[in-house]
């Protein structure tokens, strides 16, 4: 679209119809600054002025668009000014959204790669064993992370079939979790986290421990071992 070309043509349409711009400017209801611009093809007239235009002119708005009258040679040309202007419009729209979509990619890698880079290392995973004489840990696990920590003892087993009457686990002289159902063996993520804290992780991996009364009054205790089995 050549707005030189348009600019010259509205220019000639009202040379044609003998009015200046002024005139113009009032019978389209704008003003004789906006009509200057459109001559000299410093800008486009809107939509509704060119259907305007092309009413007072008498001329179809693809004839504007053109900056020519349609002849038999020029026909075919001039029908299709509207479908190209689409077309390049749809062109400048993909490349758009192309754009902006590279711009998300990239902002959403830029945030995914913060943060794992700033969490890197920040979560451990352990095996959680032991035993004693009587009494063995199996299957436990222990989650650190400077956000939540979590324990779980597994399976406590003995092999004399000795009834468990309670247990406790204490770390640092502080006893985290007691109970007297062997079947809750889940500690609650509150009092891990309070007596569990993420900096002191090498104390915890050797000051942690499993007291078991059974048989009413006789007590064992199992030092905890702690495998890392995920480090990230």
């Known amino acids: 679209m050549d707005n030189q070309k348009i600019g010259k043509f509205i220019a000639m349409l009202r040379k044609e119809k003998g009015i200046t711009q002024e005139e113009l400017a009032f019978n389209l209801t ?14 486009t007239p809107p939509a509704e002025y060119l259907l305007l235009l092309s009413k007072f002119f008498n001329v179809s708005v693809n004839e504007i668009l053109s ?9 075919e040309e001039i029908d299709n000014v509207t479908v190209d202007i689409l077309k390049r419009g749809e062109s400048k729209y993909r490349k758009l959204l192309k754009v902006l979509s590279l711009e998300i990619i990239v ?8 943060y794992f880079v700033s969490n890197y290392q920040t979560i451990f995973i ?6 004693s004489e009587n009494f063995s840990v199996e299957s436990g696990l222990m989650v650190l992370s400077n956000s939540k920590s979590y ?10 079939n000795l009834e468990i009457v309670e247990y406790e686990v204490y770390y640092d002289d502080n006893v985290i979790y007691k109970s007297d159902d062997d079947n809750y063996t889940l500690i609650s993520k509150n009092k891990v986290d309070n007596y569990l804290p993420y900096k002191d992780r090498s104390k915890i991996i050797n000051d942690t421990y499993l007291k078991i009364t059974y048989n009413d009054s006789e007590t064992e205790i199992i030092k905890l071992e702690f495998q890392e089995d995920l480090k990230r």
């Open 30 to 43: 704008t003003t004789r600054e906006s009509i200057s611009k459109w001559e000299r093809g410093v800008m």
């Open 126 to 131: 352990y095996q959680v064993f032991g035993e």
């Open 67 to 75: 900056g020519e009258r349609k002849t038999k040679t020029n026909k």
């Open 151 to 160: 324990l779980k003892l597994g399976e406590i087993t003995n092999s004399n």
């Open 107 to 114: 902002l959403v890698v830029g945030l995914l790669v913060y």
